[in-house]
Structure formats: C-alpha cells, structure tokens
C-alpha cells in the first residue's frame, strides 16, 4: 500500500479560526511475504506501515509533541515524536515584508483593524510535521483478512515539567480494514 492518505478527525480541536479540526496523516504500508505471488493460506508476512507527514491547516498542532500510534490487535507501537517542519510564518523574509506593508497601509489610512485583517497568515498557513517512521508487524495471512489497523494521534504532554513524567493524550484516531486496502485500486485508499 503506498500513498495511503487518512484523515483523523481531532478529539480536542478548538473550533475557533486559528486551526482545523482534521489531521492528514501520510501513511505507506508494504506487505511483504516469503513467496512471491498471491498471499497464501497459513502463511505469514510482514505489514511495514511508514508514517511520512502529518498535515493541518492552521497552526492548532505546531506547538503540540505529537507521536503516530498504530494498532493492529494485540501489537501496539508508536512512533518517537514528529517534528515541526517550519511553514510560512517561520520564513525570516515574511516578517520584514508584512511589516512594510503594515507601515504602508497606515500611512494610506486603512483602519489598524482591516490591516490586521488583511495581514493574517493564519488562514493560509499549514501546520507540517515530520515523523518518517517504520512500524512493523509480523501477521498471520488469515489475520490481514480480519485486521482492522487503529491510527491514533498522541499528545505527548508533560504533566509537571519533567521530561520523565509524560501524559499521553489521544487527541484523535481512525480505523481502516487491512483487507479494505488490499482490495482497493491500487492498494491506495483515497
């Protein structure tokens, strides 16, 4: 399965302007078995899911640890914490430039408010996080027929400061089938 995009509808979002409520997660899955050909009966095989991205319009996740879970059954793993990717209102150039055109805009008479209004990146901009992790899972070929793979989206919060003393919040989740993605075109949900 390559290119497999899922979107997460987060538990906690704000519903105000400054971010949206879904995460796109970039997942690849290959499966692979020890014979060529069709998977067989009573054989096994390994299930590599790679988490490439996370990606939300607004800036609701770029000050967030953020760490992928996937479940499949029993076998649980999660993947070490995302990076930020930097976006638009990170660049060293927009600073400068937005600041102009602020003075710009007051010096031709446009109210403080609809300047601000005009200069607000927040509509535009994207939280990216990098996570670029492999998880596998050893399966039976019966259970990719049965399997239904857990996406979840984990908060890493420190609950006192400590880097040792983390709470892990499920901030959202999503569930597919194994067997959904192997009868899709492609092997690539949409």
């Known amino acids: 399965v390559e290119n ?10 704000h519903h105000d302007d400054s971010h949206d409520s879904h995460c796109f997660v970039t997942l690849k899955a290959r499966c692979y078995h020890r014979t060529g050909g069709a998977l067989q009966p009573g054989g ?19 000050q967030k640890r953020i760490a992928v879970r996937i479940s499949l059954g029993d076998d649980v793993k999660t993947t070490p914490p995302a ?3 930097r976006g638009v209102d990170d660049n060293k150039y927009v600073a400068p430039v937005l600041s102009t055109i602020r ?7 446009q109210p403080d408010s609809a300047i601000e209004e005009a200069l607000d990146l927040s509509g535009i901009a ?13 399966l039976s070929t019966e259970d990719i027929q049965s399997l239904t793979a857990k996406i979840s989206l984990i908060e890493l919060r420190s ?5 040792k003393n983390i709470e892990e919040v499920v901030i959202g989740s999503t569930e597919t089938r194994l067997s959904e993605i192997l009868a899709a075109e492609g092997r690539t949900l949409p």
């Open 4 to 13: 497999t995009g899922l979107e997460i509808q987060l538990e906690d979002a």
């Open 44 to 62: 096994r095989c390994l299930l590599v899911a790679r988490v490439r991205e996370l990606k939300q319009k607004g800036l609701g996740l770029k």
């Open 83 to 85: 990076a930020y990717m």
């Open 103 to 109: 003075e710009n805009l007051k010096k031709a008479g």
């Open 126 to 138: 994207t939280t990216r996080l990098a996570v670029n992790r492999s998880v596998d899972f050893l």
């Open 159 to 163: 609950k006192t400061g400590d880097a």
